[in-house]
């Protein structure tokens, strides 16, 4: 008997609201290059506000596909937005973390982040990238039996 079935799980890329930081405006552009441009056939992504709410259908989408969550600061707005969800992220990062890390890249306002910003978001989203395809590598077949 056959028990392979087609996984058809997006990866949700959900960015926190970031709104009056810099690092915010990073966290969202993030999130649009994956969605928009270097992922575009794998990803989503989700308002965040939606699931702050307690929308039924955002909460069933992140219950039921992978969640990369991407959060400006320690506060981690959006990873804990998923957690209230009962969902574990499959990944989560912060950009303060990639900022220190490439001291190179800072990005400038909230409006425009400047060259800095826009080499640090070009930076993350390559990252982010590489854990999508490894989160999607197994998509053509998986065991029923690891379903959930
Ligand atoms: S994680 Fe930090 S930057 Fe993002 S919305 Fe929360 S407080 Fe703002």
Redesign the pocket.
């Known amino acids: 008997m056959n028990n392979k079935v087609m996984n058809d799980k997006k990866v949700l890329v959900i960015p926190?609201?970031?709104?009056?930081?810099p690092?915010?405006t990073v966290?969202r552009e993030t999130a649009y290059k994956i969605v928009e441009n270097l992922r575009k056939e794998k990803c989503q992504t989700i308002c965040l506000a939606l699931l702050t709410s307690g929308d039924k259908e955002t909460i069933d989408k992140v219950k039921k596909n992978y969640c990369i969550t991407i959060?400006?600061?320690?506060?981690?707005?959006?990873k804990k937005n998923v957690e209230a969800c009962n969902k574990t992220p499959d990944k989560s990062y912060m950009?303060l973390k990639f900022a220190a890390a490439n001291p190179d890249k800072k990005p400038e306002g909230i409006i425009d982040i400047g060259n800095g910003g826009r080499k640090l978001v070009n930076t993350i989203a390559s990252q982010i990238a590489k854990d999508i395809d490894k989160l999607t590598k197994n998509k053509v077949e998986v065991s029923v039996n690891e379903r959930k």
Request: proline share 0%; aromatic share 0%; glycine share 22%.
């Open positions: 926190c609201s970031g709104i009056g930081k690092i915010g966290s959060d400006g600061c320690a506060k981690h707005c959006a950009i």
